[in-house]
């Protein structure tokens, strides 16, 4: 299984990304920009309330206005449950009941936005307004407000290792925690549109999505019709970061599609993806861990809600510093997801582990301070390492049971070729904490804890440091695949569904399967969004993409060659051994031998079963022949970061002046690819830990800032521009070519860095965001 | 009757006035670079020269682009003849969704064009009115640096060339 050979020809290359021309002259279509004949205009009727049923809807004006096609309410709907991907939404479409300001109530369809607005207004309801709930804490209560038939508080998701007890008794020092989050905002650049068409009983879905096949698996939950009448056809995304995988309006499109009896089409106002989505949960972590004089940590205890809003049931926010931090001899960790009438929580970039796993490194600084450990040698020493236990295997409940139960059914003979279940494959923060540290000169720049190295009038200057970790793609929704093609003039179709949300992975994919082959990339084109020619993958998301698709795409390049070089033997080689061939720049020739006399280009291969009038296709289709291993159960990512800031301790005000990233994703499949994910995460993470959050109406729990005016994102000018990306050396034994997945650990260790840092210059640790208001709160000022 | 200059052709629409600019050049003139996200004059991603200044059409009534030369990014180079700052982007990577990318293009051609040789700061600075939420900021500071460097040896080339 493993690829010893690092002597790649594709892969490691810097390339410019396959659609960078259509990027930077503006031709690239989003789904905002897709128009299609004859098309109408949808709008959405939303609920002015946190929590209220329908008792009466008229809509026989809104029907009676020229120019509108249909109206949608929930009496057209039939009435099913849909589960967005890791259940980011659960629920019906519509189902006459509002569970939060802002919640998708009906819709209209008309021949222009203006009308359809109109519309909207003539749409008469009544409503019963039922009590609400915004605080997690209180809609846990028996008596409180019940938002969902399954009740509130869903089954907590636990991690236990050890005995705490034992735990206590070894630890010579500890720490508690109570550290409350607010909720971030994916603040998407570019909104999303859905269009749906209907052609008989069969529904085609363009929209902007991440995750094509478990949107079309959602539009077959909400409606009950056969998945091979439902085409989706995902459009590249704006910035989504987990915004943009199946959402209700999607869903709604393709039914007031069929209720105007023609195409339809649902932009979303910046407002409207602001305030009626999903967004960050909010989150509170209590916490205890303890540590010996020498710094080896004895307890880690958790205890961590999540509030879901009105429509997540997520119970199990991924907390891979349960893992990164699994040299902890006791543990134990527990996840209560709560609903609220709140706008819907659901996946963020990083979930669970910018939040409790941040938790989880302040608490550890502070364990490091009190027993005076530097934090990058307490992290070396604490942190996982290759070929040890990965903490998850000891969960009691997740998503879909208990871990080694999804694991009991696979055969033992498949498993050989594995990585060993449950221990960590490759990689580590070892590495990248020592390089990163000495490229950041750590070592001079950290004063102690709590210590800036300038002092000049108000402003403190220090530097921190954080780490995060995640998976590389989760498999309890289904096994990913590709298909691969090699077409007769030996160019290669890829057929992956990974949707477009920005990062590259047309390019990334292509790559991977250019190596794969043996032929230049330009010799690569790729489906990434369309279900019907794209087999069922989760998409990209939980760092899903390179490990998980990847390993699909490779695996069924390499069955598409096998393929090749077996007819390639019969045909031009005399028989030889499949084995003893192979392709070099898309030619076929005995291997070690490029170039060989007797070599024949990969057209010539497919002409020999074109022209045999017995063959039986023209073209070569290959498709993984084995299952992946479970990548929950061995492989992870790591980031570690370092951060300068300067904090003006007189008006709160923090500057970030310098930043190094160092991220252990296994190979680097695209350099520059990586260092635009790696850093985009620092940026995102950075502007959660001290800006960015939203704010909740007291009466309503609207949200108050759904604008990029109030809701403030970070600039060119507020990130270090000089800011370094450094790469780790590892290689996976099961990622393709060893690499890994990349996205999510930057984020959760930006904020941990920048936290720690803020802490350095001014002493006390500021719950996040670190507002100027909380930083003088924070210091004793007013 | 609304005229309007646009990337050099000049289009007599008839739309109502209180549309938006940013609006009439991507629905009536199918110009689709024209990005628009917040809709408040935020996010910069629907930013149009108008006499070669930045400014975000978003913001402007349609009537108020008449007089004017427009400039969208349409008007810059195309996918196998791109501007130098366009180039510059895709050699630095300045970007990953790409959504605020024509907005950037744009700003960045009013800024090199009054500092022709900037600093980074003053770069970093000047890119401030747009916003990109995937984090390309390093990468787009470096592709505007690399676009102004490219621009100089040109602007130096069609002089020498003049000599
Ligand atoms: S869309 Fe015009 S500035 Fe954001
Ligand atoms: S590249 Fe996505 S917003 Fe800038």
Redesign the pocket.
Known sequence: MGYEDRNFSVVGKGVHVKDASEKVTGALKYAVDLKVQNMAYGKILRCPHPHARITRIDTSKAEALAGVYGVLTHLDTPGLDWEAAWFNYRGKVLDGIGRFVGDDMAAVAAVSEEIAEQAVRLIEVEYEVLPHVFDMEEARKMDAPQIRDEGNERDPYIVEWGDVAEGEKDAEVTVDCDIFYESQQYAP??RNAAIAEWMGDKVTLWTSSQTPSELRDGVHEALGIPLSKIRVMALPC??SFGQWWSNNFMIITVLLAKKARRAVKIELTNEECMATVKRRHLERTRGRMGCTKDGQITLAQFDHLIDNGGYGFKDDVGFFCVDMWGRARHGHYAVHGINTNLLTAGCMRGVGDCTLGASVERVADQLAEKVGMDPVDFRIKNQIKPGEELRMQHSKHNMKGNIKEYIDGIREDLKEDWPELFHLSSGSTEDILTMGADAFGWKERWKGWGKPHTVDGPLRRAVGVGTGAHVCGVEFEGSTSAVVRINPDGSLKVHCSVGRQ?QGSETTQSQVAAEAMGVSLDMVEIETGDTDSCPWSHGSLASNTMYRVGWATRAATMDARRQLLEIAARELFDGADPAELDITDGVVHPKGQPDSNRRFPITQVLHEIRSDTLGQTSSITGRPSVPMPPATTFARQFAAQFVEVEVDIETGQIKLLDFLAAQDSGTVVNPQVLKNQVI?GAICGAGFAIYEHLVFDEETGAIKNANLLDYKLLRAADFPHQAKVMFSESYDPVGPFGARGAGESPIAASIAAVAQAVYNATGVWVDLPMTPERVVRALGGV | MTTLKVNGQTHTLDVAPNRTLADVLRNELGLIGVRVSCSEGECG?CTVLVDGEPVTSCMMLVDQGEQHELQTIEGLGTSDDLHPIQQAFVEQQ????????PG?VMSAKAFLAENPNPTREETAFAMSGN??????YPY?VDAVMNAAEKLRARDGADRRAAD
């Open positions: 650049l570019g704006g910035s920005g985009g | 991603s300045g970007f990953q969704c790409a959504f605020c990318t950037f916003i990109c939420r995937c984090g390309a787009i």
